[in-house]
């Protein structure tokens, strides 16, 4: 059973930035693909950034992001590589939401288009962004 938890949420001024963390531990491995979603009050969970953490995988720490957010977040790994953060600048008052941090264990592709490819997800952190 893998165990996810964020942090780093809060409250900012739009054109401010926030870094979230997802810990996430219950895997014999490092490695897993990661991802970051959202969810706004009275919308469907959207992803916005994914990544695999494992060192074998060719694609080994490539980052794939949603068209809307590409150019204001960036997704990584933490030294220990069962933490990625989520880097988010220029924030808007339309990111304000319920941020959640899902995990799957290989053989996993790092997906943000769906969030049918992760079997465990975290209890989410608000971020909330005013005008």
């Known amino acids: 059973q893998v165990h996810l938890v964020e942090s780093g949420g809060g409250s900012v001024q739009a054109g401010g930035s926030l870094r979230l963390s997802c810990a996430a531990s219950?895997?014999?491995?490092?490695?897993?693909?990661i991802g970051w979603f959202r969810q706004a009050p009275g919308k469907e969970r959207e992803g916005i950034a994914a990544?695999?953490?494992?060192?074998?995988?060719?694609?080994?720490?490539?980052?794939r992001y949603a068209d809307s957010v590409k150019d204001r977040v960036t997704i990584s790994q933490g030294n220990a590589k069962n933490t990625v953060y989520l880097q988010m600048n220029s924030l808007k008052p339309e990111d304000t939401g319920m941020y959640y941090c899902?995990?799957?264990?290989?053989?996993?592709?790092?997906?943000?288009?769906?969030?049918?490819?992760?079997?465990?997800w975290g209890q989410g952190t608000q971020v909330t962004v005013s005008s």
């Open positions: 899902a995990a799957e264990i290989p053989p996993c592709i790092p997906m943000v288009e769906a969030t049918t490819g992760y079997s465990y």
């Open positions: 990544i695999y953490t494992g060192s074998t995988y060719t694609g080994s720490g490539t980052a």
């Open positions: 219950g895997y014999t491995s490092s490695a897993y693909c």
